[in-house]
């Protein structure tokens, strides 16, 4: 069962938190103060980390900034900054999820399985596609650029991922939320922006003669590849 990096500095929510993730079988490593998170993470490894926003110490931002540089660990923002922008930080710093504080914990127990069943491995046999110099194994969930595996966060791989297999069609943005964040998505479209902005930055040596996620005005995005 995948193990959990919780980063949560009131002791009674991380209590309780804990004790949900445990009843579902997670094994949950626990610490309460913002300097204590990055060597934990290097300690565990973990499958994904809960990261509160207001921490002493180090806070959640520059957290999650360090784990984007080192992994491609699933990571949820857990804060009492329910705001959009706040939100919209987040994700455009590489979040898979965030969750406004005060939250129901069943809700962050089903939230933390829906990150993981996107970011787990399917690899069950090759079905790997090319566009030139990008190959793109849908099964094994891999993203390779002139024969570099390139990281991705799950939820931006996830939507390259969906992209991909619907080669040169037009998507909305309420069509991409749909399928890769869920129904239950209940943020701003924005984040498909931001998540786009990612993966075009990870692809930027991928010659726009071979493709490109292009952007078709007043409709949505397209996964648009001419070999």
């Known amino acids: 069962m995948a193990t959990i990096l919780l980063i949560e500095d009131e002791v009674a929510i ?8 445990e009843k579902e079988g997670y094994q949950v490593k626990a610490v309460f103060h913002g300097n204590e998170a990055i060597p934990a993470f290097e300690e565990i490894q973990p ?25 491609a660990c699933p990571v949820i923002m857990l804060t009492a900054l329910g705001e959009i922008d706040n939100r919209l930080k987040g994700f455009d710093s590489g979040a898979d999820d965030y969750i406004p504080k005060p939250f129901d914990p069943e809700e962050v127990v089903a939230r933390t399985k829906a990150v993981l069943r996107r970011s787990g491995p399917s690899i069950i046999e090759e079905d790997v596609n090319q566009y030139g110099r990008l190959h793109i ?14 990281p991705f966060t799950p939820r ?7 992209l991909a297999r619907h080669p040169n069609q037009t998507f909305t943005r309420e069509q991409l939320i749909e399928h890769v964040w869920g129904i239950d998505y209940d943020g701003s479209d924005r984040a498909v922006d ?14 726009e003669n071979e493709g490109q996620i292009k952007t078709i005005r007043g409709l949505g995005y397209q996964f648009c590849v001419y070999k």
Request: charged share 30%.
């Open 156 to 162: 931006d791989l996830s939507l390259l991922l969906f």
């Open 194 to 207: 931001l998540s786009i902005k990612r993966i075009r930055k990870s692809l930027k040596n991928w010659p």
């Open 47 to 71: 499958d994904l980390a809960l990261v509160d926003v207001m921490l002493p110490g180090r806070d959640g931002w520059g957290i999650l900034e360090e784990i984007r540089e080192r992994s």
């Open 137 to 150: 194994n849908q099964k094994a969930h891999t993203v390779k650029l002139n024969g570099i595996e390139v």
């Open 14 to 21: 991380s209590k309780v938190i804990k004790a949900y993730m």
